[in-house]
C-alpha cells in the first residue's frame, strides 16, 4: 500500500542541501567545459571521472543539510555558528576523501556552498546579493581550530604570485559569482542561446578574471593568463552559442589540456552561481518559452 511510505516534505536545510548537491551536479554535467572533468571525459585530470564527481557531490549533501540546520538553530552570523561550520566543513571533506579514496574533488566546492547554504538559511527569502554578503560576513570570522596549511596549493601560489584565492573570494563577497557568473548567466539566457550555453557563459566569464590557484598551480602565470584570455575570446566572439564563439571555446579546451591546466576554482563558483541562481530566481523567463 503506497501510505506505507510516508511522505514528508523537506526541511528548509534539507531542501539547500538538495540544491547544492544539484549544482555540484549540473556543474560536473555542464559540457564542453575547458580543461575539466565533464560528460566528455576527465578533461586535464588523471585522478577524476565524472562517476566520482557525482559520488563526491552526493556525498556532501550531510554537510550541507548540517551547516544549514547549524545557521537555522543560530539565527544570526557569530563566532560560534563560524566554528560549527569549520568543524562541520572538515568532516564534509574526511566524507568526501574517504568517498574518493583520497582525491581532492570538491573542497573548494565545501567551502563555499556551505557557507552560501548557511547564509541563505539566514536570509531566508533574500536576493542572491545579500546571502552572499551574509556569507562573507561569515568568512571574515576567524575560526581558531582551522589548520592553516602553509603548503596547500592555494596558499603557495597566493604568496608566490601574490594573488587571492578561495578564502578572500568569499570573504569579498564572492564577486566572481555576483557579478561574473550570475550576470552572464542571466545576459545569455536572456539573448536566448540556450540553458547549456548559458550555463557554460557564466563559466566563462568566471573563468575571465579569477585567479584560479588551480590553475596557478598546475600551469603558473602563463597559463593563468591564456586561461583568462581565452575564456575572454570565447564571450566577445558570441559565447558558447555562436558558431564563432564554439571554435574559441574548442581552442580554449586544446590550450588548457595543453598547458595540463584546469579551471577547478572557477568550476566550484559556477556551482556556486546555480546554488544562487536556483534559490533566488531573478531571471526573466527566456524569450520563446512559458
Ligand atoms: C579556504 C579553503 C578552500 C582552503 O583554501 P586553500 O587555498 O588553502 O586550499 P586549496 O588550494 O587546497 O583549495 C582551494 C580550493 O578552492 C578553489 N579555488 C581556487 N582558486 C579559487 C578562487 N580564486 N576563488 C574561489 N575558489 C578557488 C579550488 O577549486 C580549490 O579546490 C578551505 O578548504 C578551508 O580552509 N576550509 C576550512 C574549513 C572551513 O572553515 N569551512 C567553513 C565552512 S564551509
Ligand atoms: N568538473 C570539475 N572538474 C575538475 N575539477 C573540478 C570540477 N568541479 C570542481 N572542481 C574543483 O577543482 C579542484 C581540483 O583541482 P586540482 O586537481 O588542481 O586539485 P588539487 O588536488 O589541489 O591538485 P592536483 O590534482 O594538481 O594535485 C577540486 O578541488 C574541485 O573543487
Known amino acids: 500500500m503506497s501510505a506505507l511510505i510516508a511522505r514528508q516534505a523537506p526541511s528548509a536545510a534539507e531542501h539547500l542541501a538538495d540544491l547544492a548537491v544539484q549544482a555540484l551536479v549540473d556543474e560536473a554535467d555542464l559540457s564542453p567545459k575547458p ?16 562517476g566520482l564527481m557525482h559520488a563526491s557531490a552526493q556525498s556532501l549533501w550531510p554537510a550541507f543539510a548540517a551547516m544549514a540546520d547549524a545557521a537555522r538553530r543560530e539565527g544570526r552570523v557569530s563566532q560560534a555558528l563560524r566554528e560549527t561550520l569549520g568543524q562541520l566543513g572538515r568532516d564534509g571533506e ?43 560576513a561569515l568568512a571574515r570570522l576567524d575560526d581558531p581550530a582551522a589548520p592553516h596549511n602553509p ?17 578572500e573570494q568569499a570573504q569579498h563577497g564572492f564577486p566572481a559569482v555576483i557579478e561574473d557568473g550570475l550576470l ?10 540556450g540553458e547549456q550555453n548559458a550555463r557554460l557563459d557564466a563559466l566563462l566569464a568566471i573563468m575571465s578574471s579569477l585567479t584560479d590557484t588551480c590553475v596557478l598551480h598546475r600551469a603558473g602565470l602563463e597559463g593563468l593568463t591564456r586561461m583568462q584570455a581565452g575564456a575572454r575570446a570565447v564571450l566577445e566572439a558570441g559565447g558558447a552559442a555562436s ?23 572557477a568550476a566550484d563558483l559556477l556551482a556556486a552561481t546555480l546554488f544562487l541562481d536556483r534559490l533566488a530566481p531573478h531571471a526573466p523567463a527566456p524569450t520563446g518559452s512559458n
Open 184 to 193: 552572464q548567466l542571466l545576459a545569455s539566457r536572456r539573448a536566448g542561446a
Open 35 to 50: 580543461g575539466l572533468v565533464d560528460r566528455r571525459g576527465s578533461g586535464a585530470h588523471s585522478d577524476l571521472h565524472l
Open 94 to 136: 574526511a566524507e568526501m576523501l574517504r568517498v574518493t579514496a583520497g582525491v581532492n574533488t570538491h573542497r573548494g566546492a565545501i567551502w563555499a556552498l556551505g557557507l552560501l547554504s548557511a547564509a541563505a538559511m539566514l536570509e531566508s527569502g533574500a536576493s542572491a546579493g545579500g546571502i552572499a554578503a551574509s556569507a562573507a
Open 243 to 265: 558558431l564563432a564563439g564554439r571554435r574559441q571555446l574548442r581552442l580554449l579546451d586544446r590550450d588548457m589540456l595543453a598547458l595540463n591546466a584546469s579551471p577547478g576554482g
Open 151 to 167: 603548503d596547500s596549493h592555494g596558499a603557495r601560489v597566493c604568496r608566490r604570485y601574490g594573488v587571492l584565492g578561495a578564502r
